[in-house]
């Protein structure tokens, strides 16, 4: 799965340490997730979506 984590990241002048915090999560997730190492969870998705307030299709992009 494709994502924009990254962009929607410095869009908020966020650093990873500021995002995972505010997500309850590690900087490690924050980071593979960035580096599409690791998919999310429907529930992060979802949460990382709301966080920025977009769609998660505006953020992560599903490939086959």
Not at 36 to 60: M, N, Q
């Amino acid at each position: 799965m494709k994502n924009k984590l990254k962009v929607y990241r410095a869009m908020r002048d966020l650093t990873q340490d500021a995002l995972a915090r505010e997500l309850n999560v590690t900087r490690q997730t924050i980071l593979a997730i960035e580096k599409g190492k690791y998919d999310p969870s429907l529930a992060l998705a979802f949460k990382i979506a709301r966080y920025f307030g977009v769609a998660i299709e505006d953020i992560f992009t599903y490939e086959e």
